[in-house]
């Protein structure tokens, strides 16, 4: 199999593997225009989300402490009974310019999906959810 052994209960890591090999080798088909490419440098650069978002507890993470389960639970039940953060006008300004920007380079072609509001909507819950995860009000 090209993207290597299911694991099962031996491997409890190997669904991650077998996923990040099917990432790769889709992001490497659509960079190189189909199965006849060869590699090119960028799909040889490509890191998966899962592998950058991993702790590396050996290196530059070995001090990292995840919060208690307990604690963290308090933290999400503190943010959602006080915290309701309000976008800012500056902010306003900034999501609107971003999503101008996106509408821009989309040119409304057939390569992508098309830009619409339920982006911006989009931006501004998720500017908002950090603002939550921050405990800040703005």
Do not use: W
């Not at 006849?36 to 799909?43: E, V």
């Not at 821009?104 to 982006?119: E, F, K, L, M």
């Not at 911006?120 to 908002?128: G, M, P």
């Amino acid at each position: 199999d090209e993207y290597g052994e299911y694991g099962g209960e031996e491997d409890p890591d190997a669904d991650g593997r077998v996923l990040d090999a099917a990432a790769n080798h889709a992001y490497s088909q659509a960079t190189q225009g189909g199965a006849g490419g060869s590699t090119g440098a960028l799909a040889l650069h490509r890191v998966s989300l899962r592998r950058r978002m991993r702790l590396d507890l050996g290196g530059a993470d070995a001090s990292f402490a995840p919060l208690p389960h307990a604690l963290m639970r308090k933290y999400i039940a503190y943010a959602c009974a006080y915290c309701h953060p309000r976008l800012t006008p500056e902010a306003g300004e900034v999501l609107q310019a971003f999503y101008l920007e996106l509408r821009a380079r989309s040119g409304g072609g057939a390569d992508g999906p098309p830009i619409t509001p339920r982006q911006l909507e989009s931006l501004v819950r998720l500017a908002e959810a950090r603002a939550k995860v921050e405990l800040r009000e703005r």
